[in-house]
């Protein structure tokens, strides 16, 4: 069965934190690309960050560059991304991915269902 489960978002003070977690199942993530992409109101999708199956590669997007750190743990199926210093622009619907082949695109295998993240200013 394939199911991305997101959780941790909510309303946060800029300068604030949040861990943003996703639960997979043994298909979603074994062997694939996970990642974070995000959507705003009004904007067009755009990734965040992106890790290989073993962890040793990364992509980031500029903005997400010294303040988002994306992480995975395939004991547990999980996989997560800590942010730092929240900005308001930062405010967006967050969505954990898995992709078959690794390709730095907004265009995913398989989705969440998202989670809010909102950033006040």
């Known amino acids: 069965q394939v199911q991305l489960v997101e959780s941790g978002g909510g309303l946060v003070q800029a300068g604030g934190s949040l861990r943003l977690s996703c639960a997979a199942s043994?298909?979603?993530?074994?062997?694939?690309?996970m990642g974070w992409f995000r959507q705003a109101p009004g904007k067009e999708r755009e990734i965040v960050e992106l890790?290989?199956?073993?962890?040793?590669?990364?992509y980031y997007a500029d903005f997400a560059k010294g303040r988002f750190t994306i992480s995975r743990d395939n004991a547990k199926n999980m996989v997560y991304l800590q942010m730092n210093s929240l900005k308001p622009e930062d405010t967006a619907v967050y969505y954990c991915?898995?992709?078959?082949?690794?390709?730095?695109?907004?265009?995913?295998?398989?989705w969440g269902q998202g989670t809010q993240v909102t950033v006040s200013s």
């Open positions: 043994v298909r979603t993530i074994r062997n694939n690309v």
């Open positions: 890790i290989s199956w073993g962890g040793g590669t990364t």
């Open positions: 991915v898995a992709k078959v082949t690794w390709s730095p695109s907004p265009a995913a295998d398989y």
